[in-house]
């Protein structure tokens, strides 16, 4: 049985990573993660999330880093029936970030461990929790956006 989102690639866009190693010695850095998502359709049945991931302080002040990553996944949808947009999206937005989720949290480990000891590990997580979580806040680090062509 074929499922009906297909991840086709993903491709990494940007990166930063900041260190001040004059840090380093804090014992604990509370870093707090803000994600981004754009989610953007095709008319032909394929489909495009960015996904971004921010921490730390850009100055290297507060934080002994800072990172800043974006990915952006390919979908494809296959079904003999019809889907609606709406169903794309939700498709989209918990399946598509569950398949992204890995890749991002993979990068930022990768990129981290380069310049210092011990790269971020960020922890694995429920996409459909997060997103219940993220979505019901008043002040949304975690964003949004839907964008068709």
Known sequence: M???????????LNTVYKHNPALDDKEFE???????????LTKEDHA???LSIEFGDKKVQETSLYV??????????ESEEEISNENKK????????????PYIRSLV????????????????????????N?????DKPFNIS????
């Open 146 to 149: 839907n964008q068709q062509d």
């Open 134 to 138: 993220e979505l019901s806040k008043e």
């Open 2 to 12: 074929k499922a009906i989102l297909q991840f086709v690639d993903y491709k990494v």
């Open 30 to 40: 509370e870093l707090n993660p803000e994600f981004e998502v754009t989610l953007r």
């Open 109 to 132: 480990t990768d990129l981290t461990s380069k310049g210092s000891n011990e790269g971020v590990i960020l922890p694995t997580v429920n996409i459909s929790e997060m997103l219940r």
């Open 90 to 101: 939700e498709l989209l937005q918990v399946n598509g970030l569950a398949i992204l989720y």
């Open 68 to 77: 800043y990553a974006q990915i952006a996944g390919l979908f494809e949808f």
């Open 48 to 50: 495009f999330i960015k």
